[in-house]
C-alpha cells in the first residue's frame, strides 16, 4: 500500500515553495466559491465541513486540480467516505488555503496586533501617574479624618484662666 499521506510539515514546506505560483489560482477558485465555502475557511470547523459536505468536496476537488498541496489525497480520502469522517485533514487543507487568501491574510494580522495592544500592559509613566494620584488620594482622606478628629474633641483648656 502507498503512504499518500505526508506529515503537515511536508505540507507546509511544499505550500510555501508554491506559494507564487498557486496564489492567484487559489484566490480565483476561492472568489468563485460559496458563501458557506468562504466562512469555512474563514473559520474552520469540523460541524461546518459536516454541514457543507457537498460545497467541501467541490472545493477540494478543485484544489486538487491546480495541484494545492495536500489537497489530492485529502480530496480522494473525502470522496471515498465523506469529508466529515476526514475533517482533520480538510480543515489543515483549509488552513493552509486561508494563508494564500490576501484578505483573510490581512485580516489575521489585524486580529494578531489587537491581541498583541491588549496584551502590552501601560506604559510606566501612566503606572506612576496612576499610582501619584493614588498617593494624593490618601493623603486628602488622612487629612480630612484628622480635621474630623480635631472637630469632635473637646476645647483645650485654657493654660491660666484670666484672674478676676
Keep these: 500500500m502507498v503512504n499518500y499521506w505526508k506529515s503537515k510539515e ?6 510555501e515553495e508554491k506559494k507564487t505560483d498557486l496564489e492567484p489560482k487559489v484566490t480565483e ?3 468563485a466559491s460559496s458563501t458557506e465555502i468562504k466562512a469555512l475557511i474563514k473559520e474552520p470547523t469540523d460541524a461546518a465541513v459536516k ?18 498541496p ?6 480522494e480520502a473525502a470522496s471515498k467516505v465523506g469529508p466529515a469522517y476526514v475533517s482533520g485533514p480538510v480543515l489543515f487543507v ?3 488555503v486561508s494563508t494564500f487568501i490576501p484578505a483573510l491574510v ?3 494580522k489585524k486580529k494578531e496586533e489587537e491581541k498583541k495592544e491588549e496584551a502590552v500592559p501601560p506604559p510606566a509613566e ?16 488622612v487629612e480630612a479624618a484628622v480635621e474630623e ?8 483648656p485654657a493654660a491660666d484662666p484670666p484672674k478676676p
Excluded: R
Design 29 to 31: 477558485i476561492y472568489q
Design 126 to 141: 501612566a503606572e506612576a501617574e496612576s499610582s501619584k494620584e493614588e498617593v494624593k488620594e490618601k493623603e486628602i482622606a
Design 51 to 68: 454541514k457543507h459536505s457537498a460545497a467541501v468536496q467541490k472545493f477540494l476537488d478543485e484544489l486538487a486540480k491546480i495541484d494545492f
Design 70 to 75: 495536500g489537497s489530492k489525497s485529502v480530496s
Design 94 to 96: 483549509f488552513e493552509k
Design 149 to 156: 478628629k480635631l472637630e469632635d474633641a473637646p476645647p483645650a
Design 106 to 108: 490581512e485580516e489575521e
Design 10 to 15: 511536508q505540507y507546509s514546506k511544499e505550500c
